[in-house]
């Protein structure tokens, strides 16, 4: 089973600002989906796993700590940059939390929306692996 990884996101920095850029080949999937989520300081999101669907996240503002528990381990991610992602491969249970105030988490997805491909609760995604 694949493992969360961390992927670099190329910023092009103009004299006017700057932009990262979300097309094909950005993730290492065909990109289906995206949507974005906000939360205050303190917020807990997430709590669930996807039976095939990928993901990829990516702090817009604020900071994010990603815990990803695949079962057997657990480990952490720190999304704080715009530059900075995070694939989470399909059967690892992710949850985010929300370090500052009014953080913005971007979502792309391989898949559409399917409610029959989220797992909710953590003890029947043990027995699925």
């Given amino acids: 089973m694949p493992a969360p990884r961390e992927v670099p996101l190329s910023l092009h920095v103009e ?3 700057s932009v990262v850029v979300f097309e ?11 949507f974005v989520v906000t939360a205050d300081r303190g ?8 039976k095939l669907c990928s993901q990829l996240l990516v702090a817009l503002s604020g900071e994010v700590l990603v815990s ?7 480990q952490e ?3 704080s940059e715009m530059t900075q992602g995070l694939v989470i491969p399909p059967m690892n249970w992710a ?6 105030q009014r953080s913005i988490l971007l979502v792309v997805c391989d898949l559409l929306f399917d409610e ?3 797992i909710r609760d953590y003890s029947e995604f043990i027995s699925l692996l």
């Fill in 15 to 17: 004299a006017n600002g």
């Fill in 24 to 34: 094909e080949g950005t993730a290492p999937f065909s990109i289906r989906r995206t």
């Fill in 43 to 50: 917020q807990v999101r997430g709590n669930h796993a996807h």
């Fill in 68 to 74: 990803v528990d695949d079962g057997m381990s657990q």
């Fill in 77 to 79: 991610f720190l999304l």
């Fill in 95 to 100: 949850t985010q939390k929300y370090l500052s």
């Fill in 116 to 118: 029959a491909d989220y």
